[in-house]
């Protein structure tokens, strides 16, 4: 079986999802929060209703807002064919099983779509390793299912630079999940290399149990914390 997902996934996951796999409480959510890539997550816009100050930067956003909308109900296909195929790497407990999987995804992507379309502002494009943000421009940065989940195409030093770039825009935490590949593959050397080389820094970098579990091995999550945090 291919273990290639192919092209990057512009993906619709959930603000439950999120709240689940980087560990976020209430206190978590004050402020400002960045969400980079943010694809068509409705992380953004239910934490916008929730009074935070949710900011999302992805590549996809170059497009209008109504071609970034089509483009993820597509992908919400393609998504949920690879992990179908694939269901022996998957704990089924959060989701259940596939066809609720699907209802959640295919929420999320209605509520990315409507609020995309009403507040394009909060939707910027960007990529890494270079983001239109100041130093510290946001109390928390969260980061899925891109850094490590395509190692196969992204090195050491792309990581590396980007987990850089998202550190500079941080005044507070960056939280970054999963540490295993697209095909639940780990990581372990090339976080703790990274884990090392941010020391080499002088910042701290941790490795972070989460109560969450999708991918099988993926419990865990990278955290990078600003001075005095």
């Known amino acids: 079986m291919n273990d ?3 092209e990057f996934l512009v993906s619709a996951r959930s603000f439950a999802e999120y709240e689940a796999f980087f560990d976020l409480g209430p206190d ?3 402020g400002s929060v960045l969400d980079c890539p943010g694809g068509g997550a409705s992380f953004t816009a239910t934490a916008a209703s929730r009074g935070v100050d949710a900011i999302a930067v992805d590549p996809a956003y170059a497009e209008p807002p109504a071609e970034v909308a089509a483009r993820v109900r597509a992908e919400l296909d393609r998504g949920n064919a690879w992990v179908t195929a694939r269901t022996s ?3 089924w407990g959060f989701h259940r099983d596939p066809e609720s999987l699907t209802r959640g995804r295919t929420e999320s992507a209605r509520s990315f779509a409507a609020d995309i379309a009403a507040h394009p502002e909060r939707y910027r494009f960007g990529t890494l390793p270079d983001l239109p943000f100041a130093d510290g421009a946001f109390d928390l940065v969260l980061s899925s299912h891109f850094l490590f989940t395509y190692a196969d195409r992204l090195d050491r030093d792309f990581h590396l630079a980007a987990l850089r770039e998202l550190h500079r825009v941080a005044r507070g935490q960056v939280r970054v999940f999963p540490q295993v590949d697209q095909a639940g593959g780990r990581l372990d050397n090339l976080v703790e290399e990274l884990v090392r080389a941010f020391a080499e820094d002088g910042v701290r970098a941790e490795r972070r149990r989460v109560p969450y579990e999708f991918q099988r ?10 001075p005095g945090r």
């Open 4 to 6: 290639s997902i192919g």
């Open 28 to 30: 978590d959510l004050r």
């Open 217 to 226: 091995g993926a419990d865990s999550m990278l955290v990078l914390h600003s």
């Open 89 to 91: 790497r998957y704990e």
